[in-house]
């Protein structure tokens, strides 16, 4: 959206937005995706464009997830929701013939079953519609601990804890964002991200090029000869795309293999 339209953007307006968040690389192409949150307002900051003070504004989006639908059942107590189970405070003799595969708690999902996740993503007012209902929530809403018993001896306990570790496509609690990664239309949104690829895309071509050009004029110095130097420069650059080989020199030669072959079968690049 333009960045008036951001202004006037009412609190509380289901939009679309663009995250990284799923990168496992530069140019990764599952890197960018669509995901859905709440809009919640602008946020300013300032920059020194040149020389001057400037004010700029971004979209405040909070981030959702399904509500936390786990339910808990230990062997002192009956079933309840997660966020009601508390640790406990005592421990509890082991059951007689317990072993490390007896079951000490259980847990389990209670999603409704109508299925109300089942809807298409380009539905805002259905997304709204779950939000409102409390199916969507913020996601410091839920509960994101786990349950698990600790041991003394024959004497146990169940504890809710905190993961020892973090997810690292776990999404933020909310995303500060420009204008132009914020959407009301779902394939508007995946268009530009789309587009965010294959800006990536093409600066990590032009920068492997740039790389391959460069293992080239290396191995061009190991060679002694000037008029061999350039008969080589010029036949490697006619075998075809340079990003397709790897280069080495060997005794003044110079050998060459496709990158991707497995183990990489070399061979002399001859000249006249």
């Known amino acids: 959206m333009t960045k008036e339209e951001l202004k006037n953007l009412k609190k509380g307006t289901i939009v679309y937005y ?9 140019a990764d192409p599952t890197a ?9 307002g602008l946020s300013s900051y ?3 464009k040149d020389n001057v003070m400037v004010s700029q504004s971004e979209g405040m989006v909070l981030t959702l997830e399904r509500k936390d639908c786990r339910w808990v059942k230990t062997l002192t107590s009956d079933w309840m929701p997660f966020s009601e189970f508390k640790s ?3 421990m509890h003799k082991l059951p007689k013939n317990w072993s490390y595969d007896t079951d000490l708690f259980w847990v389990e999902n209670r999603y409704p079953q109508d299925d ?9 007012k259905k997304i709204k519609q779950l939000y409102d209902e409390g199916w969507f929530v913020e996601l410091d809403k839920n509960d994101h601990r786990h349950i698990t018993a600790e041991f003394d001896h024959n004497y146990y306990k169940i504890v809710k804890k905190a993961l020892f570790y973090s997810d690292t496509h776990q999404k933020p609690l909310f995303y500060n964002l ?8 779902y394939d508007e949104a995946r268009k530009k991200a789309k587009q965010l690829y294959e800006i990536e895309k093409n600066v990590s071509l032009i920068a492997f090029h740039n790389d391959c050009m460069d293992d080239l004029k290396e191995c061009l110095t190991f060679i002694s000869d000037a008029d061999r130097r350039a ?5 490697i650059l006619s075998m075809g795309e340079i990003e397709k080989f790897i280069l080495r020199h060997v005794d003044d030669k110079i050998l060459w293999s496709y990158r991707n072959t497995k183990p990489l079968k070399w061979q002399e690049i001859a000249i006249d």
């Open 116 to 124: 109300c996740f089942n809807f298409d993503i380009r539905d805002r």
């Open 88 to 90: 406990e405070p005592k």
């Open 231 to 235: 008969k080589y420069r010029e036949k």
């Open 32 to 40: 960018w995706s669509v995901e859905f949150g709440v809009f919640d």
């Open 46 to 48: 300032r920059i020194s």
């Open 178 to 185: 420009s204008h132009n990664r914020i959407f009301l239309n």
């Open 18 to 26: 663009v995250t990284d968040r799923f990168r496992k690389c530069y």
